[in-house]
């Protein structure tokens, strides 16, 4: 059997094994270690010697320290009460409006994930508190949890984003560009979410009346009272790309500050403290045995030649470019339903980004593909937690909806992948959706 054909057979049986719903750090683990005793003919010693030299080299990088910094501001923001005071404070603002409280909801879950970075996190902590506001007032319960569970991924788009530094460190690309660049993108989904809501009331203005207003003093009161959380987005945002702090070291003042917030505040109680050191360790320690699988495994399919091989074949084919990535994009929302956002940046990108690096779109420097490629990558992959029929971002709201069946949230969320897909087809055919602002802050 040779090196390609193992490889490709490997990847087969990963496949397999994600849909039997083996966790993914096991499965790549399994298979890697598959890959390496076959072409060692069974000896050990490689294997070993690659696990340890790998594992040290992952655990002891600097960059990936970002990562439970950012879990611990998204949990210090979960357990601190900042949702609620978000949500109230669109809500007060525009929640007068027919379909008001929804976008409320999707303003609410876009400044939640710039202090997140968790689309399952944005999604559950904004679900709790706006899903029985939505239900109070009378909205149908299919624009409700579609709009919730859209909402919800603007948690990984719009920075800090925990996949956007996975995809940095696999491709050592810069965070604080990646951060910049996803910018206007998630800014525009946002946006988006809410033109499928105004479509949607205008149709059937019974889906989402309007609320009452609020008086001009209390609605101050709301704006003033999130203040600090804008500005602790804007510090961390400005301090990683206006060169200041690194990024690890704006997230440790961002989760101090968030923190310190939650504290001043008294809505961070003991018991919230402890649940938010609990969750970031159990949160980071996932995402680093499923990087550790990664490692092992990217190496192994290395070894079998079949990455390289498969972008030879790519640019060798002729396919235009955009063809091609039109195909991987149609690949990443295929995987959307086996597997989650992290599993599909992790499984995928050592594979699909040589040979995105190798095609030339639209006489592009190597520098902007690579961030560029990363942007539509990730709302790609954004599609996932939305997509029927197994969306994670579906169960989550779903959950807490208990007298919404299923099947109505799924055709809720209809409207908002349509959105998600005329946005994706923008970024892809106009890359400076993304770019303008690396370029103009660099």
């Given at each position: 059997?040779?090196?390609v054909?193992?490889?490709?057979?490997?990847?087969g049986v990963?496949?397999?094994?994600?849909?039997?719903?083996?966790?993914?750090g096991?499965?790549?683990?399994?298979?890697?270690?598959?890959i390496?005793?076959?072409?060692n003919s069974?000896?050990t010693n490689?294997?070993?010697?690659?696990?340890?030299?790998l594992a040290?080299?992952?655990l002891?990088?600097?960059?990936?320290?970002?990562?439970?910094l950012?879990?611990l501001m998204?949990q210090f923001a979960?357990h601190?009460g900042l949702s609620?005071?978000?949500?109230?404070a669109?809500?007060?603002?525009?929640?007068h409006?027919r379909?008001?409280?929804?976008y409320?909801?999707?303003a609410a879950?876009a400044?939640?994930g710039?202090?997140c970075?968790s689309?399952?996190?944005?999604a559950a902590t904004m679900?709790?508190?706006?899903?029985p506001?939505?239900?109070r007032?009378?909205?149908s319960?299919?624009?409700?949890?579609g709009?919730?569970?859209?909402?919800?991924?603007?948690?990984?788009l719009?920075?800090?984003?925990?996949p956007l530094?996975?995809?940095?460190v696999?491709?050592?690309e810069?965070?604080?560009?990646?951060f910049?660049?996803a910018v206007?993108?998630?800014l525009?989904a946002?946006?988006?979410?809410?033109?499928?809501?105004?479509?949607i009331?205008?149709?059937n203005?019974?889906?989402?009346p309007?609320?009452e207003?609020?008086?001009v003093?209390?609605?101050?009161?709301?704006?003033l009272?999130?203040?600090?959380?804008?500005l602790v987005?804007?510090?961390?945002i400005v301090?990683?790309?206006?060169?200041?702090?690194?990024?690890?070291e704006?997230?440790?003042?961002?989760?101090?500050?968030?923190?310190?917030?939650?504290?001043?505040s008294?809505?961070?109680?003991?018991?919230?403290l402890?649940?938010?050191?609990?969750?970031?360790?159990?949160?980071t320690?996932?995402i680093?045995?499923?990087l550790?699988?990664?490692?092992?495994?990217?190496?192994?399919l290395?070894?079998?030649?079949?990455?390289?091989?498969?972008a030879?074949w790519v640019?060798?084919?002729g396919?235009p470019?955009?063809?091609?990535?039109?195909?991987?994009?149609?690949?990443?929302?295929?995987?959307?339903?086996?597997?989650?956002s992290?599993?599909?940046?992790l499984?995928?990108?050592?594979i699909f980004?040589?040979?995105v690096?190798?095609?030339?779109?639209?006489?592009?420097?190597?520098?902007?593909?690579?961030?560029?490629?990363?942007i539509v990558?990730l709302?790609v992959?954004?599609?996932?937690?939305?997509?029927?029929?197994?969306g994670m971002?579906?169960y989550?709201?779903n959950?807490?909806?208990?007298?919404?069946p299923?099947i109505?949230?799924a055709?809720?969320?209809?409207?908002?992948l349509a959105?998600?897909l005329?946005?994706?087809v923008?970024?892809?055919?106009?890359?400076p959706?993304?770019?303008?602002?690396?370029h103009i802050?660099?």
């Open positions: 059997m040779s090196g054909t193992l490889g490709l057979c490997g990847f990963l496949l397999l094994l994600l849909a039997l719903r083996v966790h993914i096991v499965a790549m683990f399994g298979v890697a270690s598959a390496y005793l076959i072409l069974g000896d490689a294997w070993l010697y690659t696990l340890n030299t040290y080299a992952r002891s990088n600097y960059d990936l320290a970002v990562i439970p950012f879990i998204g979960t601190g609620l005071a978000l949500f109230r669109a809500g007060s603002l525009i929640g409006f379909g008001g409280l929804a409320a909801a999707t879950c400044a939640f710039a202090i970075g689309s399952l996190a944005t679900g709790q508190v706006a899903l506001e939505l239900q007032h009378n909205y319960g299919r624009l409700a949890t709009t919730l569970a859209a909402g919800g991924t603007l948690g990984i719009i920075p800090p984003s925990v530094v996975i995809y940095a696999l491709t050592q810069s965070i604080g560009k990646l910049v660049a206007i993108p998630g525009l946002a946006l988006g979410y809410m033109v499928v809501i105004r479509l009331v205008t149709r203005p019974e889906a989402g309007a609320s207003r609020v008086p003093m209390q609605m101050l009161r709301s704006q009272s999130v203040l600090p959380v804008l987005f804007l510090v961390v301090g990683i790309y206006g060169g200041w702090a690194n990024p690890t704006a997230a440790s003042i961002g989760a101090a500050a968030c923190g310190l917030i939650a504290l001043v008294g809505k961070l109680s003991l018991k919230g402890r649940e938010s050191i609990f969750g970031t360790a159990i949160a320690a996932m680093f045995m499923v550790i699988g990664a490692d092992l495994l990217n190496s192994a290395a070894l079998t030649q079949m990455p390289a091989e498969l030879l640019k060798n084919s396919m470019p955009l063809a091609v990535l039109f195909l991987i994009i149609a690949v990443y929302v295929l995987l959307g339903c086996v597997m989650d992290l599993a599909m940046i499984l995928t990108i050592p980004y040589p040979v690096m190798g095609l030339d779109f639209y006489g592009m420097a190597l520098a902007d593909k690579s961030v560029w490629f990363g990558a709302m992959v954004e599609i996932g937690l939305v997509h029927p029929p197994v971002n579906l989550v709201i959950k807490l909806a208990k007298n919404v299923m109505e949230t055709k809720g969320v209809m409207p908002f959105s998600d005329v946005r994706i923008a970024l892809v055919f106009f890359p959706i993304c770019l303008w602002l690396v802050t660099g």
